[in-house]
């Protein structure tokens, strides 16, 4: 039976891959991504902006919402210090199982929480399920149409404190244009654009970065 992109995904990360070094797992899915088959994984040229956005911060909270296959999960674990604690939502059940199994494969199951559902739901829960107190640096990739209804969410449960970082996939394609308007033009946000590529393609694409501004 026919296997799927993310499963074809994994085993080129099993193939390719050294158990542990979380390099070269983003460094075989980016050759999957390039040479065999596209997918949505934040890609290399945009990586490069989330890894130093990410090393700037120094996040000892993360959330990541949509994980897909774990190629992001995997950028951002691999710089959080030791201590730090990675969240990372994701609604699609076999998206989840395979980043599982990258996460796993670069060694970073300890640092990373993988949570299976809506994020609507899952985002009052934070504080009361995970003991988390706010969140130093958001990761937005997951549906483009809740980027806006979720961050206004996590404003709401007090999630977001004085300087907390949103980072923003997507701004331009597919295109969040409700989010952008929204952050770009609330006093309470202070945002930048990321010029950059959709991943693997010349498209154009973008990160915003937002600070909250309490
Ligand atoms: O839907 C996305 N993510 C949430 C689901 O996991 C997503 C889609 C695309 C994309 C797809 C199809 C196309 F033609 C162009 C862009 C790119 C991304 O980086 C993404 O994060
Ligand atoms: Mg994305």
């Not at 934070?126 to 990739?141: H, Q, R, S």
């Amino acid at each position: 039976t026919q296997t799927t992109r993310p499963q074809r995904m994994l085993a080129a990360v099993q193939k390719n891959a050294t158990r542990g070094d979380p390099r070269s797992v983003v460094k075989a899915i980016d050759q999957f991504c390039r040479q065999k088959e596209w997918a949505m994984n934040v890609g290399d040229e945009k990586g490069c902006i989330l890894d130093s956005v990410v090393t700037e911060v120094n996040p000892a909270t993360v959330l990541e919402l949509g994980t897909y296959c774990g190629y992001s999960t995997v950028r951002i674990a691999s710089l959080l210090p030791s201590n730090a604690k990675l969240i990372t939502l994701e609604f699609n059940p076999d998206y989840a199982a395979i980043a599982r199994q990258v996460i796993a494969w670069a060694g970073l199951e300890d640092k990373v929480q993988l949570v299976e559902g809506a994020s609507g739901d899952w985002i009052p829960k934070m504080k009361e399920k995970f003991g988390i107190e706010t969140f130093d640096l958001v990761f937005l990739d997951h549906w483009k149409d809740r980027y806006l209804p979720d961050t206004k969410l996590m404003e709401e449960c007090g999630l977001l404190r004085k300087g907390s970082i949103l980072l923003a996939d997507n701004v331009i394609c597919p295109g969040t244009p409700d989010y952008l308007e929204y952050i770009r033009n609330s006093p309470r946000y202070k945002s930048q654009y990321f010029k950059s590529h959709l991943e693997y393609t010349k498209v154009e694409d973008g990160l915003e970065k937002s600070v909250f501004l309490g």
